[in-house]
């Protein structure tokens, strides 16, 4: 394997702890949004350091490589769509449940 390859690779796994950092917060985020008064406060400044960090990351590791900066989005996006699957697999079985 080359050097590039690995570091993709490598990359490609640093998108997806960014991507589990990110959607973390946002479940943090929203749990705290019901669960206090004022809730909208905690919802915006929630997103904005979650975006302000994403992004932070995201431009410092990418170093000006569009390859680099594609192998820290492919990472993002699969855990976003491990997730998003998850809780759809979640939400199926609670409403299975509720159902008997």
Known sequence: MSQTTVTLVA?????GTIGLLFF???????????ARKGG?????SGFIL????????F???MQGDWQRL????????????CIVRAV?????NCSKAGSL
């Open 24 to 34: 973390g917060g946002l479940w943090l985020t929203l749990k705290l949004c019901v």
């Open 70 to 81: 594609a192998a820290l989005a492919a990472g993002f996006m699969c855990v976003r769509i």
């Open 50 to 57: 979650r975006a302000g960090l994403t992004c932070g990351a």
């Open 59 to 61: 431009f410092v590791l």
């Open 88 to 92: 759809k697999l979640n939400l199926n």
């Open 40 to 44: 909208y406060i905690w919802h915006f």
């Open 11 to 15: 990359l490609f796994f640093i998108g």
